[in-house]
């Protein structure tokens, strides 16, 4: 148990259409940072918010976009959506500034877009 | 750029067997490291690091030495229950890269009774 918490756990949606993806970071940390994992792959780096800010992006288009609220919660959203976008959404929360700075993860969300 | 390399799966052991998966980064400076593991139909579990070289993470049975002549973070577990097959990721992060982790590809573990 990681103390972060993901939803939907699944969800299915056509494609062209919008998705949001929530997430609850663990008590204290105020880092949250989101991978796309598509089957078979390891996870990759969309992007991170520290303080509600957005913190570092990996190589994901703008219509991958996010926000932190002020308690660090976060939601991924993604727009027009493509069949190639299905995959395991993982969310991940760290305390910047400590040592070693683990991060640690959620169950994900499984979005397949058809 | 950071990148990891890990051993391609996948593995199929019997209980009891020695496991290795070899690990190795390409990364500036000195990046912790990270072994994930992620059970089928669950997200990700850290399973041990190491954040200096020589450092050695253990957790479960399983251990790895962050060899940082050799740039390798190799994962051991000298003898393997059923209940180890899993996929495991190598990961590593730096602070100067706001420790984003870079993930190699996996290595999916089966392990027979």
């Known amino acids: 148990e990681t103390g972060v918490t993901q939803s939907p756990t699944h969800l299915i949606k056509t494609r062209g259409q919008q998705v949001t993806l929530r997430c609850s970071s663990q008590?204290?940390?105020?880092?949250v940072s989101w991978y796309q994992q598509a089957l078979g792959q390891g996870p990759q780096f969309i992007f991170q918010y520290y303080r509600e800010e957005e913190n570092g992006r990996g190589n994901f288009p703008p219509r991958f976009s996010g926000l932190q609220f002020p308690n660090y919660s976060s939601e991924l959203n993604v727009n027009a959506l493509e069949l190639d976008d299905s995959a395991l959404y993982l969310c991940?929360?760290?305390?910047?500034?400590?040592?070693?700075?683990?991060?640690?993860f959620g169950e994900g969300s499984w979005l397949t877009v058809v | 750029g950071d990148s990891v390399t890990q051993m391609e799966g996948p593995v199929t052991l019997s209980e009891e067997a020695f496991l290795t998966i070899n690990c190795t980064y390409t990364?500036?400076?000195?990046?912790?490291l990270f072994w994930y593991v992620q059970y089928p139909g669950e997200g990700l579990q850290l399973l041990l690091k190491?954040?200096?070289?020589?450092d050695k993470g253990s957790n479960k049975g399983f251990e790895a030495t962050y060899r940082k002549e050799t740039t390798s973070f190799h994962l051991e577990k000298g003898s393997v229950q059923v209940s180890d097959s899993a996929v495991y990721f190598c990961?590593?992060?730096?602070?100067?890269?706001?420790?984003?982790?870079?993930f190699g590809a996996g290595t999916t573990v089966t392990v027979r009774a």
């Open positions: 990961a590593l992060s730096r602070p100067s890269n706001d420790y984003k982790l870079s």
């Open positions: 190491a954040t200096k070289a020589d």
């Open positions: 008590s204290g940390h105020n880092t």
């Open positions: 991940a929360s760290s305390l910047q500034g400590s040592s070693g700075n683990t991060i640690y």
């Open positions: 990364a500036t400076g000195y990046p912790s």
